[in-house]
């Protein structure tokens, strides 16, 4: 979603500013801008194009300037018009750049309106620019401080003023902000990757902390205002553009990324050992009773196959939850359940406020499973797992998703253990069973060609049902999850067996239906609800394993998935889907990695 960028330096920070925003694109916006200082106050340059438009107009234009803000937008309040473009300007003194939301903006409106204030755009963001303009009186970072109290939601921004030249002014809460140190400048930017290469050193700003930034210092206040010190780290995070290979997209790249992310991911020793949770993991997992995991998205489905993999290996209940739904409703709080956490990016602005819910209600044993070791989730949780998916850039989420299976199925058998129903033979096939994944999802991989010529019949379709079973259920979810959000066609999973509680009646000769049919003890009763839908001339299309003996006939088309994989066939089942979903989107010419609407880090409610 939104990114930040800040600068001071002696030399022109145009192009330090545009290439961050560059880095921060795969996130998603809809309009990006620039602003540095002049000696007439602040100039800037916005587009609802592409970043690379923003950087032909600035060097056209000899766009310059040794102070400087830039943002990309995912339009929250207003339409993704020039005039909502970041960054905003006060009566031309001062210009703004914010992610977040204001939920007082109304009120505070009304205040700066009757004070005399024109609006010039329908933002959020330009409330903060009067506000800050209101209490200006010669110290930018004084009336930050002030204007920040006033503020209720979240925010990062940051900030510059035409009296101040080679100053920034930042500040944050709920939303990240990072200083970056550098020789003789320094820098701003709501993720480290933004600026790296210019320093790798960086301090991550607490909840209510305001900074400013200037030539040859950082000055940081907390939340009372109080003189604070951030610990600097030393962040190698990689800025050079993640080269495509001879892929066509990044979302393909991932796809074919999955067999090294798993690899990476599983631990090279003991696989089940509870310490690979935490120092203190093991009498935190004694002492629970059961899990409540939390997630959004991709990260929710996966969350839902750990919760058959956990009831049925370790034997602990678990309850599976959208954190934007728990977070706001009544529920029971149980101080022995263990809250888990999903996210690829740590930064789910419902995910975090789901977990800080839930801990305010008393739930202290926490963990996150996530594929970013700097973000907020992780820095919130008392036991983490790292996934090592690499960077993820695709908005439509792979390996990342497959590598939290992997991570949850090692919570699974890791709390089975414990608990004394994981026999050592048992364990040693699970470890055999994970050790061996990356090779057979190579195999997996190579039915691309296959999958291709199920793309071009589903490319002409405007419906798809998605059917499974069991485990497979959270996976034919997943499945059309990545159809609709790339390739803009409807699709809706069911579990195979609430076909004839409705969906049946949307069954005709036009409706394709997928099915992810591996041979478990549910494929025979998964057999007849397929002839349900052939009985009504619904074309299946079926995902089977070598063992599931199902063959193509009318009506019924098989593409056989090389090995029976047990209790990880999930994750190599859902791979078949995500090639689908992405060679369907290619024959329909969308745009594959950046998806109409939707933001590969969703930092907003
Ligand atoms: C967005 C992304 C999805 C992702 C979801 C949750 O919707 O487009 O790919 O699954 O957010 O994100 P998280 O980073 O918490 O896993």
Not at 51 to 79: C, K, N, P
Not at 395 to 424: E, M, N, P
Not at 470 to 499: C, M, R, V
Request: hydrophobic share 40%; proline share 4%; net charge negative.
């Amino acid at each position: 979603m939104c990114g930040i960028v800040g600068a001071v330096a002696q030399r022109n920070i145009v192009p330090v500013l545009v290439e961050g925003l560059r880095r921060l694109e795969y996130r998603g916006y809809d309009s990006c801008g620039v602003a540095v200082l002049g000696a007439e106050g602040p100039r800037r340059v916005r587009g609802t194009e592409r970043v690379a438009d923003l950087d032909a107009q600035t060097q056209e234009m000899h766009f310059e300037g040794v102070t400087g803000i830039s943002h990309t937008r995912w339009a929250t309040h207003g339409a993704p018009t020039i005039d909502n473009a970041h960054p905003i300007f006060s009566n031309n003194a001062l210009a703004i750049v914010h992610n977040g939301i204001i939920e007082n903006y109304e009120s505070l409106r009304d205040a700066l309106r009757a004070k005399g204030y024109q609006f010039a755009s329908q933002t959020d963001t330009e409330v903060i620019a009067h506000l800050i303009h209101s209490l200006y009186r010669g110290d930018l970072f004084a009336a930050v401080q002030g204007a920040v109290r006033e503020l209720h939601g979240a925010y990062a921004i940051a900030v510059i003023h035409k009296d101040q030249p080679h100053t920034v002014v930042g500040a944050r809460a709920g939303s990240p902000l990072v200083v970056g140190y550098g020789k003789g400048e320094n820098f701003l930017a709501s993720d480290a990757l933004a600026v790296a290469g210019n320093t790798d050193r960086f301090a991550y700003l607490e909840e209510g902390d305001v900074c400013e930034i200037t030539l040859d210092g950082v000055r940081i206040a907390d939340r009372d205002g109080h003189a604070a010190q951030r610990a600097v780290h030393a962040v190698q995070a990689y800025g050079g553009a993640v080269e495509l290979g001879p892929y066509r997209h990044y979302m393909q790249k991932e796809i074919f990324e999955q067999p090294r992310a798993i690899g990476d991911t599983i631990p090279a020793a003991d696989p089940f050992g509870a310490d690979l949770f935490g120092a203190n993991a093991r009498e935190v997992f004694d002492g629970i009773d059961s899990l409540l995991i939390l997630a959004c998205g991709t990260s929710y489905y996966a969350g839902l196959t750990a919760k058959y993999w956990i009831e049925s290996i370790a034997k602990i209940r678990t309850d599976v939850e959208i954190a934007s739904e728990y977070r706001y409703r009544d529920s029971v709080p149980n101080p022995r359940s263990l809250v888990v956490t999903i996210s690829q990016s740590g930064e789910t602005a419902d995910t975090i406020a789901a977990l800080k819910h839930a801990q305010s209600l008393g739930m202290k044993h926490t963990l996150a499973v996530c594929n970013v070791a700097t973000s907020a989730m992780v820095q919130l949780t008392e036991l983490k797992f790292l996934t090592h998916a690499g960077r993820e850039i695709g908005v439509a989420s792979t390996k990342a998703f497959t590598t939290q299976l992997v991570a949850l199925f090692i919570l699974a058998v890791t709390l089975g253990k414990l608990r004394g129903h994981v026999s050592d033979a048992q364990e040693a096939e699970y470890q055999k069973l994970l050790r061996h994944l990356p090779a057979a999802l190579n195999g997996v991989l190579a039915l691309e060609p296959q999958i291709i010529a199920w793309a071009d019949e589903f490319a002409r379709k405007e419906n798809a049902l998605f059917l499974g079973r069991g485990l497979h259920y959270p996976i034919a979810l997943e499945g059309a999850l990545k159809l609709k959000e790339i390739s803009y066609i409807h699709a809706e999973a069911y579990p195979a067996g609430e076909l004839k509680h409705g969906p049946l009646a949307l069954v005709t000769e036009a409706m394709p239906v997928v099915t992810v049919a591996p041979n478990d003890a549910l494929l025979e009763k998964l057999k007849s609800n397929m002839q349900e839908v052939r009985a009504r001339g619904g074309k299946l299309y079926v995902f089977a394993d070598a063992d599931s003996h199902i063959v193509s006939d009318d009506g019924i088309q098989v593409i056989r998935m090389p090995e029976h994989y047990g209790l990880l066939s999930p994750i190599l089942h859902v791979v078949p889907l995500q090639l689908l979903a992405y060679h369907t989107a290619c024959k329909r010419g969308t745009d594959v990695d950046k998806p109409r609407n939707l933001a590969k880090s969703v930092t907003v409610e």
